[in-house]
């Protein structure tokens, strides 16, 4: 099944998705943090995720039918607050304290936070916690999903190649991941610091169903968030090409955009690329 969204629709999106970046500029400037480029790379997957694709209820964080999100990339929680502000997970002026003393949201992904599923920050960990929450569902006959958003750096541990043989051997096709492939980690390309490619093959030998998209592309992020299983019987593989800043041209595909916060004058030059004010 192939879906087509309407312009409406891809408007909607972008407005949300401007809003959640303009939001990871300010709190990452508020506090004097880094990752955003991790957290605009990844925005338009999470509002697709988040509006339209996840079983959720903001108001019964803990409602257990609920599909599970694990952010395993979790040094980029600014994204993955501002949206659940939003959805109503938990008040907006908490957004205000990001990763400062006596704030409500710390640095990295946080499960004190409503909505988070996980803490995470040390990549490797996300998936692996993630398959045994797939399993669960499996074991214990309940339909809920796990979304799984990992990075590049995720995909160089090994504790992330253990989980999907143990995916595969048990046919967790309830499990989802979807990787920023962004193509840039910490202080460097990727295909310097350990060469993923070709990761599609690697992970398709590993007897994963495997899809490839455009991670800004509203219209291939839907259509294959709603066709999932890829394959019955197969846990289901999303590698998202996506652009490290993207939104922000000073930051776009950029190393430094790991390790970057702006000041005042140029959060304001920010807030107008992206069209929000504050």
């Not at 979304?147 to 590049?152: A, H, K």
Request: net charge negative; proline share 3%; aromatic share 10%.
């Amino acid at each position: 099944m192939v879906s087509k969204l309407t312009e409406e629709q891809i408007k909607n999106y972008q407005v949300l998705a401007n809003i959640i970046r303009a939001q990871s500029c300010r709190m990452t400037t508020r506090s004097k943090s880094y990752h955003l480029g991790g957290c605009l790379s990844m925005t338009d997957i999470l509002v697709v995720l988040y509006t339209s694709i996840l079983k959720i209820d903001p108001k019964n964080p803990t409602w257990e039918g609920r599909d599970r999100f694990i952010l395993s990339k979790g040094h980029a929680a600014p994204a993955l607050y501002a949206i659940l502000a939003e959805l109503g997970f938990f008040p907006m002026s908490w957004l205000d304290d990001y990763y400062m003393d006596g704030g409500h949201l710390s640095g990295h992904a946080s499960t004190s936070v409503p909505g988070v599923e996980l803490s995470t920050g040390s990549l490797g960990h996300g998936l692996p916690v993630g398959v045994g929450m797939a399993l669960n569902s499996k074991v214990r006959g309940l339909d809920y999903r796990v979304f799984v958003m990992s990075s590049d750096g995720d995909c160089n541990e090994g504790s992330t190649w253990e989980a999907v043989m143990f995916a595969a051997q048990h046919n967790l096709d309830n499990l989802i991941v979807i990787v920023d492939y962004n193509k840039i980690q910490a202080l460097g390309r990727s295909f310097n610091i350990i060469n993923l490619e070709p990761l599609a093959k690697k992970v398709e030998s590993f007897n994963w169903a495997v899809k490839e998209i455009n991670g800004h592309d509203f219209n291939e992020i839907n259509d294959s968030l709603l066709n999932l299983p890829f394959k019955k019987g197969k846990p289901s593989w999303i590698i998202a090409n996506t652009i490290k800043g993207k939104g922000v041209s000073s930051l776009e595909d950029k190393v430094e955009s790991h390790y970057v916060h702006f000041n005042e004058e140029e959060l304001k030059i920010a807030y107008n690329e992206l069209g929000v004010s504050f």
